[in-house]
T-cell receptor, first 113, second 108 residues
Framework: NAGVMQNPRHLVRRRGQEARLRCSPM?????VYWYRQLPEEGLKFMVY????????ESGMPKERFSAEFPKEGPSILRIQQVVRGDSAAYFCASSPQRGDTQYFGPGTRLTVL | KNEVEQSPQNLTAQEGEFITINCSYS?????LHWLQQHPGGGIVSLFM???GKKKHGRLIATINIQEKHSSLHITASHPRDSAVYICAVFYNTDKLIFGTGTRLQVFP
């Protein structure tokens, strides 16, 4: 059973470009969570999704950030018009049920030049 | 004040020592995670617990819901235990709120 997959592992973007981060949950997991870790800071919750639904997006910046988890395919975290402050590690986690143990992917390290 | 506080922030130990990392939280929770983040950045879930005590190998985690406190113990520490240990609490069952982590270095 493969673990949580994230790609790309490293992403470099110039200011103003778009970044798309992908997360494939573990098989049988329908709950996906995105977290951000800024340099030298702790992890922060961004958004919680279940298939085709956003359950809690209270940690998402109001502008430029969006997330989806379609019926088929991976969950996508999209950052439009990236700025230097978006440089961070973005982790995805999945769980089989709400409130269950979360299993983390390896993360995507975004660098904005 | 952070909702989840960990202590100490940094910890060094000699191989073989008994390690304790503490976590206190101020919100009502349904469960608590202990996570390990290696220097490469990957995050591994060590324990999820909502009461009592759990043990896995040399790792032991305890939680006291009334006192809002949890501890992670490592017995017979080894250099490969060197990592950042993160306490995270389930808030409203939806999301994790993380402590700032404890950086552990174990020297041979």
């Amino acid at each position: 059973n493969a673990g949580v997959m994230q790609n790309p592992r490293h992403l470099v973007r110039r200011r103003g470009q778009e970044a798309r981060l992908r997360c494939s949950p573990m098989k049988g997991h329908s709950h996906v969570y995105w977290y951000r870790q800024l340099p030298e800071e702790g992890l922060k919750f961004m958004v919680y999704l279940q298939k085709e639904n956003i359950i809690d997006e209270s940690g998402m910046p109001k502008e430029r950030f969006s997330a989806e988890f379609p019926k088929e395919g991976p969950s996508i975290l999209r950052i439009q018009q990236v700025v230097r402050g978006d440089s961070a590690a973005y982790f995805c986690a999945s769980s089989p049920q709400r409130g269950d143990t979360q299993y983390f992917g390896p993360g995507t390290r975004l660098t904005v030049l | 004040k952070n909702e989840v506080e960990q202590s100490p922030q940094n910890l060094t130990a000699q191989e073989g020592e008994f390690i304790t990392i503490n976590c206190s939280y101020s919100v009502g929770i349904s469960a608590l995670h202990w996570l390990q983040q290696h220097p490469g950045g990957g995050i591994v879930s060590l324990f999820m617990l909502s009461s009592g005590k759990k043990k896995h190998g040399r790792l032991i985690a305890t939680i006291n819901i009334q006192e809002k406190h949890s501890s992670l113990h490592i017995t017979a520490s080894h250099p490969r235990d060197s990592a950042v240990y993160i306490c995270a609490v389930f808030y409203n069952t939806d999301k994790l709120i993380f402590g700032t982590g404890t950086r552990l270095q174990v020297f041979p």
